[in-house]
């Protein structure tokens, strides 16, 4: 069984009723634990409770993490 733990999360919103969320989270299995990023797209309903939609983790690798953030700067 894998365990899940957000470390740390911020969102930012655009649109009418959407968020980014860029977190940082761990999963701990009986075999280690390993770090990741997640980038989630989400919405709000209209009560405020946040739903999330469409999901995209990166590994916790300083070279991948680079690339990315350069291409994403080119487009």
Known sequence: MVEYET????????GRNN??????????AEEGENEYISLTR????????????????????PEVKKFISEKIMEF
């Open 7 to 14: 470390i740390k999360a911020e969102k930012i919103k655009f």
């Open 19 to 28: 968020f980014i969320e860029v977190a940082r989270k761990k999963a701990i």
């Open 42 to 61: 989400g919405y709000f309903l209209p009560d405020g409770t946040e739903r999330f939609k469409k999901s995209f983790t990166v590994p916790d690798d």
